[in-house]
């Protein structure tokens, strides 16, 4: 069965450190997300990627985030320059079309020390 | 502005019993999309079901149900013979057509043996 899948399942980063978070959708899909969940709480909307650009994003998503897909397979999430509070699960999510469910991957565990 | 709304942060249900948890949503869109998405303590988000605005019938997913409540704008969710694994985080969510998807603070089940 066709999954989501992210590297690595668990990032310790320095703050003020850059870190590339990775993710594999699945292949037929054209709708992209980030999210993120602090531990224990909301999972949150950080950006969505469709037709190769930023489609929407949420007021966390300032300029220290990025996003790409650099090849036809690889969509990443970056974090210039990490914080104590960017410490989180950070989930990747893709659909197929709109108005179906997402799937997503197993996380990102970040900790920023 | 839209909005969905758990108002249960936790459950107790005794085994092989059913659950419902609650979930409403505000939107004047007349086209959306709701889920409902599993966390078990491993982290992982796992889809569960999906009700479109104009489906007719109940979304249901083995013993997963969805009790749409259009008029009333609720999407509860119901969880027949409750098992000891479905112990967990429940989210809902929901999207309008638009390329984000919202999720609700979520519910945590615990199920009693």
């Known amino acids: 069965e066709p999954e989501v899948t992210q590297t690595p399942s668990h990032q310790v980063t320095q703050m003020g450190q850059e870190v590339i978070l990775r993710c594999v959708p699945i292949?037929?899909?054209?709708?992209f997300y980030w999210y993120r969940q602090i531990l224990g709480q909301k999972v949150e909307f950080l950006v969505s990627?469709?037709?190769?650009?930023?489609?929407?994003k949420s007021e966390i998503f300032d300029d220290q985030f990025s996003v790409e897909r650099p090849d036809g397979s690889n969509f990443t999430l970056k974090i210039r320059s990490t914080k104590l509070e960017d410490s989180a699960m950070y989930f990747c999510?893709?659909?197929?079309?709109?108005?179906?469910?997402?799937?997503f991957g197993q996380g990102t565990r970040l900790t920023v020390v | 502005a839209q909005k969905i709304t758990q108002t249960q942060p936790g459950m107790f249900v005794q085994e092989k019993e059913a659950v419902t948890l609650d979930c409403t949503y505000d939107?004047?869109?007349?086209?959306?999309?709701l889920f409902w998405y599993k966390q078990p303590s491993s982290g992982e988000m796992i889809f569960l079901i999906y009700?479109?605005?104009?489906?007719?019938q109940n979304a249901t997913e083995g013993r997963y149900s969805l009790n749409f409540q259009k008029a009333r704008k609720s999407a509860n969710l119901v969880i027949s013979a409750s098992q000891l694994g479905d112990s967990a985080m429940y989210f809902c969510?929901?999207?309008?057509?638009?390329?984000?998807?919202?999720f609700g603070a979520g519910t945590r089940l615990f199920v009693k043996a």
């Open positions: 999510a893709s659909r197929a079309r709109q108005n179906t469910e997402a799937f």
């Open positions: 292949s037929n899909h054209l709708y």
């Open positions: 990627f469709y037709n190769n650009e930023i489609s929407e």
């Open positions: 939107t004047s869109d007349q086209s959306y999309g």
């Open positions: 009700q479109g605005s104009y489906d007719e």
């Open positions: 969510a929901f999207n309008t057509g638009g390329f984000k998807t919202i």
